[in-house]
């Protein structure tokens, strides 16, 4: 079945840094999702790619879909402790969102 | 109002216990779900509702029994549970299934004694 890859799974980083996540799909994708997790909530939705080789900012986050459609990267450029949380890629399979297993991003300052 | 509610937040249950979460949105959207998350783990699909009715039951145990009473409505009847099935239960929302931007509830932390 169709599975999504996330790495790297956890990353630390002082703040200031940047920082990037990567994803990968074992198939084509229609589009991908990004999502974020605070610690103690619940998924929130960040953005949706849907063009091959579409590149979309927010303020410090950049997100990537790749030409093939089957990877995708978010970059946080200078990391704020309130970036912190675990960072899901979602891929549809037409009838759901399957997640990747998420990248856990911590800042120190 | 872009929100998905569910309820109660926590909930601890015996393993005879017979409870259930409850989920509402009230975006108009078609398609609701239920996922399971463990600690450090991703949402887990359980099961689709789409225009009410269930589309996809990810070979979940029938401990867990979903209900769609009607499209803003989305219930977990939870039965004779196990202790590994303490975790947090998501339902979400989307305007169709699968293809677009899906909205989280808070989830229900589920405790199994």
């Known amino acids: 079945g169709q599975q999504v890859m996330q790495i790297p799974q956890y990353q630390h980083v002082q703040e200031g840094e940047d920082f990037t996540t990567y994803c990968n799909s074992s198939?084509?994708?229609?589009?991908i999702q990004w999502y974020k997790q605070r610690p103690g909530g619940h998924p929130v939705f960040l953005i949706q790619?849907?063009?091959?080789?579409e590149v979309k900012k927010q303020k410090r986050l950049t997100f990537q879909f790749g030409e093939a459609k089957k990877n995708s990267s978010l970059h946080i450029t200078a990391t704020q402790t309130t970036d912190v949380g675990t960072y899901f890629c979602?891929?549809?399979?037409?009838?759901?969102?399957?997640f990747g297993k998420g990248t856990t991003l911590s800042v120190s300052s | 109002d872009t929100e998905v509610t569910q309820t109660p937040k926590h909930l601890v249950m015996g393993m005879t216990n017979k409870k259930s979460l409850k989920c509402e949105q009230h975006?108009?959207?078609?398609?609701m779900y239920w996922y399971k998350q463990k600690a450090k783990k991703p949402p887990e699909l359980m099961f689709v509702?789409?225009?009410?009715?269930?589309?996809i039951n990810e070979s979940v145990p029938s401990r867990f029994s979903p209900e769609c009473p009607n499209s803003s409505l989305l219930n977990l009847h939870l039965h004779a549970l196990q202790p590994e099935d303490s975790a947090l239960y998501l339902c979400?929302?989307?305007?169709?299934?699968?293809?677009?931007?899906?909205?989280f509830g808070q989830g229900t932390r589920l405790t199994v004694v």
């Open positions: 979400a929302s989307s305007q169709e299934k699968g293809f677009t931007e899906a909205f």
């Open positions: 198939t084509t994708l229609s589009n």
């Open positions: 790619l849907v063009k091959s080789g």
């Open positions: 979602a891929g549809p399979t037409g009838t759901a969102l399957i």
């Open positions: 975006m108009g959207h078609r398609a």
């Open positions: 509702y789409s225009y009410e009715k269930l589309s």
